[in-house]
């Protein structure tokens, strides 16, 4: 069965420190999705990332950047020069390409300290 | 921004009552999901679609129903509530990417409350 382990329940920096955050995944497709996700204060979801298990590509996107490594089954997320505003809840989520179910790992909370 | 709605955002009812959490999406998106989450902790789910007269348990064992009878309207329904529901209820749905799952989008959630 697919599972997703965020080992750091909660992890507190200091602003411009870089944080990356660690997520283990197990399946027994072949063809699956990865995906993190923010949830800030406020509440809502917000889509980070989705990635597929044919692509190993370690991604940027401005402070943000994901490691992706097959031979350990982990997807990792790196804030760079993190922000106050980066504080929030983030979830790694695994989708097997048998069915659509998305499963949630169980967050790791950030904060970032001024 | 995501079109997802869920109604209502608040509902505090009695033990026994019947609930009907509604979910609507224009997106026209096949895929539909409800996921159970604590202030602050994980995301569980208990029920997706993958489309039209298509309903799956998922993970976590729930006491409630899900219906889709149109592509946009996805319901949970709980028969009889009771303290231990007490929870907030998010909705989301996805379109595929090509093969698999795509982006979730989620509604602003149901926080429901049994006393």
Sequence with gaps: AQ???????EIS???KEDVTLDCVYETRDTTYYLFWYKQPPSGELVFLIRRNSFDEQNEISGRYSWN????TSSFNFTITASQVVDSAVYFCALSEDRD???????GTRLHILP | EADIYQTPRYLVIGTGKKITLECSQTM???KMYWYQQDPGMELHLIHYSYGVNSTE???????STVSRIRTEHFP??????????TSQ?????SESWGTGTGELFFGEGSRLTVL
């Design chain 2, 76 to 85: 949970l329904t709980l028969e009889s509530a009771r303290p231990s529901h």
């Design chain 2, 28 to 30: 026209g998106h096949d």
């Design chain 1, 68 to 71: 992706f490594q097959k031979s």
């Design chain 1, 3 to 9: 599972k997703v382990t965020q080992a750091q329940t």
């Design chain 2, 57 to 63: 348990k998922g993970d976590l064992s729930s006491e």
């Design chain 1, 13 to 15: 920096v200091v602003e």
């Design chain 1, 100 to 106: 659509d179910k998305i499963i949630f790992g169980k």
């Design chain 2, 89 to 93: 209820y998010l909705c989301a749905s």
